[in-house]
């Protein structure tokens, strides 16, 4: 018989450095779930993405066991890793903060074409564009 999930929640931490603290306790913590373990399996499962930002759907069943999947790190934390910048514009219209190539653009698009609801790379190309212009940052032609 499969278990009755109690809910659904979405949670982001460091590859590797997830920890009971705030904001993944404050997250988890009301469910009842062991947030030790969750914390010790999500950076077995990202150490080898050291440094980026992760997202985790966590599903939680009624019997206070849990799941998760991982997902892509978010377009802007990709997009600042490409550039090596420290944050966004705070205007994006007029402060530019760098510019993405088209290499880099499509480079981006592939790593998140599963998390995307996109039918082929121009589609996921489009949307990481668009992301990086909500950023201040110039897309190349």
Known sequence: MAK????????QAEAGKANPAPPIGTALGPQGINIVEFCTQFNEQTKDKMGMIIPAEVTIYEDRTFTFILKTPPAAVLIKKALGLEKASANPKKD???KLTNAQL????KIKMPDLNAKDLEAAKKVVAGAARSMGVEVEK
């Open 96 to 98: 530019k903060v760098g």
């Open 106 to 109: 499509e480079e981006i698009a």
């Open 4 to 11: 009755k999930i109690k809910t659904i929640i979405k949670v």
